[in-house]
């Protein structure tokens, strides 16, 4: 009997080429010995200390330059072809969040802002935002308006009544931003720019007629809050940015106006729904791996526990919920990056709603798995566990996205 295709490491991705292996392994390497202590001190840490000057968090960001990852996916190199581009990056994502994800998503922030450019027409501001090598965000989220933001279709949205937190209005060729983002901003605390969402002041059609900016945050005006203390991703750390009277010079401006802006936010959380989806398997394997690994360890009725029935069949129930996840988002990653305008934003919410309820679910599971050693903070599935619960809300709420998505059918 040929045995070949029966050792556990078998590699789905048949397609790999040395150059895409060789990524991989290093990815791996990086989040074993780098994330993973790294994360486990931060997770403990007072969000204060994880972002002040003597935190291990930028000894971290150092190493991770170094990978040469920055830039992702465009540094994989010219070899590949679009569809091995986008798995790279499902294999990256999934290789790092195993690290990590908190501190992944951190990372991955570095020297972003020249891609969005890219990604907009504007080469000034690619050149712009390369000089200055710093983190940037996605400031999308208000106090007042959380769902609201992700209801981009809704009829509310459109409400002449709907009133910004964070408002703009024109002053000859610049823009003035009053008001703030919320406590949810994803390195709000540390970035050096973002991608900022605002209504215009004079809005007839609520908050469906804004502005988007690609904007630095040493412009006078800008301020942040406190860090964010939350029960997972500990080490993604967030917070407030304040806007008072902030004039942003034309140059940052990406576009505005009622046809236009919604579906600029629609397509800003279809991508960023798809890269949570890639991001959460890691997560999900880090658990399933664990638990695994436990089960092997454990004894009780005198066997290790992977030799009772019922354990056997949890495990193979992980495995198989993880195996299928990760088909569906690597599908629909590649969907989208092939398809001109992408694919219709319910394809990218099965992505994230999949992956991150699955993460959940490991999670869970191998906290039951590890009896009462999983709720202890000297395991790692607990951790695991508080950074996949807090993914159903991130980027959207899994319930919103999916009420979101049923309007588009
Ligand atoms: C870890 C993490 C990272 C994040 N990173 C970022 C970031 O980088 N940038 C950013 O801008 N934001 C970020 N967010 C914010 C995130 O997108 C919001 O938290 C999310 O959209 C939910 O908004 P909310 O917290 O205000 O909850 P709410 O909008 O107040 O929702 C509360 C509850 O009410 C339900 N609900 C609300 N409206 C409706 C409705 N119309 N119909 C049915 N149910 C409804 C929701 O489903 C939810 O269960 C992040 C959040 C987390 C947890």
Same mark, same amino acid.
């Given at each position: 009997m040929d045995t070949e295709g029966d050792a556990m490491d078998i590699d789905l991705d048949l397609t790999l080429t040395d150059e895409m292996l060789a990524i991989r392994?290093?990815?791996h390497r990086f989040a074993e010995e780098v994330m993973r202590p790294l994360a486990a001190k931060l997770d403990r840490m007072d969000p204060e200390a994880v972002i002040a000057k003597d935190s291990p968090l930028w000894e971290g960001l150092e190493k991770y330059k170094a990978l040469g990852l920055v830039g992702m996916p465009e540094c994989y190199? =010219?070899?590949l072809s679009p569809a091995q581009r986008t798995l790279m990056h499902s294999i990256v994502c999934e290789e790092l969040a195993w690290g990590d994800v908190g501190l992944f998503i951190t990372y991955a922030l570095y020297n972003m802002a020249p891609g969005i450019a890219k990604a907009y027409g504007r080469p000034d501001l690619v050149e712009f935002f390369r000089q200055r090598n710093e983190i940037c965000c996605l400031a999308l989220t208000e106090p007042n308006h959380g769902s609201d933001m992700v209801a981009f279709p809704d009829a509310s949205f459109r409400d002449p009544k709907g009133r910004s937190d964070l408002r703009a209005r024109? =002053?000859?060729d610049d823009f003035i931003l009053n008001g703030q983002k919320a406590a949810w901003v994803s390195t709000g605390t540390i970035a050096g720019s973002g991608i900022v969402f605002a209504t215009y002041e004079n809005s007839k059609q609520g908050r469906a007629d804004g502005a988007v900016f690609l904007m630095p945050f040493d412009l006078p005006g800008v301020s942040r809050g406190k860090p964010l203390d939350k029960l997972?991703?500990?080490t993604l750390n967030q917070g407030e940015i304040f806007f008072d009277n902030v004039r942003v010079p034309r140059q940052f401006f990406l576009m505005d106006g009622p046809d236009v802006y919604p579906h600029v936010l629609g397509a800003t959380l279809r991508d960023a729904n798809i890269a949570m989806g890639q991001q959460f398997i890691g997560v999900a394997r880090a658990a399933y791996e664990h638990a695994l690994a436990y089960a092997k360890e454990r004894v009780q009725g005198g066997v290790p526990i992977i030799q009772h029935q019922a354990v056997k069949l949890r495990l193979f129930n992980m495995f198989s919920k993880l195996t299928a996840a990760r088909s569906h988002v690597r599908r629909i990653a590649m969907a989208n990056a092939a398809k001109e305008g992408g694919v219709p934003f319910p394809y990218a919410a099965t992505a994230k709603i999949v992956s991150t309820q699955t993460c959940l679910?490991?999670?869970h599971e191998a906290?039951?798995?590890?009896?009462?050693y999983g709720l202890c903070r000297e395991?790692?599935?607990?951790?695991?566990?508080?950074?996949a619960r807090a993914s159903l809300i991130e980027d959207g709420e899994n319930t919103m996205l999916a009420l979101m998505s049923v309007s588009h059918f």
């Amino acid at each position: 009997m040929d045995t070949e295709g029966d050792a556990m490491d078998i590699d789905l991705d048949l397609t790999l080429t040395d150059e895409m292996l060789a990524i991989r392994e290093s990815c791996h390497r990086f989040a074993e010995e780098v994330m993973r202590p790294l994360a486990a001190k931060l997770d403990r840490m007072d969000p204060e200390a994880v972002i002040a000057k003597d935190s291990p968090l930028w000894e971290g960001l150092e190493k991770y330059k170094a990978l040469g990852l920055v830039g992702m996916p465009e540094c994989y190199g =010219d070899d590949l072809s679009p569809a091995q581009r986008t798995l790279m990056h499902s294999i990256v994502c999934e290789e790092l969040a195993w690290g990590d994800v908190g501190l992944f998503i951190t990372y991955a922030l570095y020297n972003m802002a020249p891609g969005i450019a890219k990604a907009y027409g504007r080469p000034d501001l690619v050149e712009f935002f390369r000089q200055r090598n710093e983190i940037c965000c996605l400031a999308l989220t208000e106090p007042n308006h959380g769902s609201d933001m992700v209801a981009f279709p809704d009829a509310s949205f459109r409400d002449p009544k709907g009133r910004s937190d964070l408002r703009a209005r024109r =002053d000859g060729d610049d823009f003035i931003l009053n008001g703030q983002k919320a406590a949810w901003v994803s390195t709000g605390t540390i970035a050096g720019s973002g991608i900022v969402f605002a209504t215009y002041e004079n809005s007839k059609q609520g908050r469906a007629d804004g502005a988007v900016f690609l904007m630095p945050f040493d412009l006078p005006g800008v301020s942040r809050g406190k860090p964010l203390d939350k029960l997972g991703q500990r080490t993604l750390n967030q917070g407030e940015i304040f806007f008072d009277n902030v004039r942003v010079p034309r140059q940052f401006f990406l576009m505005d106006g009622p046809d236009v802006y919604p579906h600029v936010l629609g397509a800003t959380l279809r991508d960023a729904n798809i890269a949570m989806g890639q991001q959460f398997i890691g997560v999900a394997r880090a658990a399933y791996e664990h638990a695994l690994a436990y089960a092997k360890e454990r004894v009780q009725g005198g066997v290790p526990i992977i030799q009772h029935q019922a354990v056997k069949l949890r495990l193979f129930n992980m495995f198989s919920k993880l195996t299928a996840a990760r088909s569906h988002v690597r599908r629909i990653a590649m969907a989208n990056a092939a398809k001109e305008g992408g694919v219709p934003f319910p394809y990218a919410a099965t992505a994230k709603i999949v992956s991150t309820q699955t993460c959940l679910d490991i999670a869970h599971e191998a906290i039951t798995l590890f009896g009462g050693y999983g709720l202890c903070r000297e395991y790692p599935v607990e951790k695991l566990f508080r950074d996949a619960r807090a993914s159903l809300i991130e980027d959207g709420e899994n319930t919103m996205l999916a009420l979101m998505s049923v309007s588009h059918f």
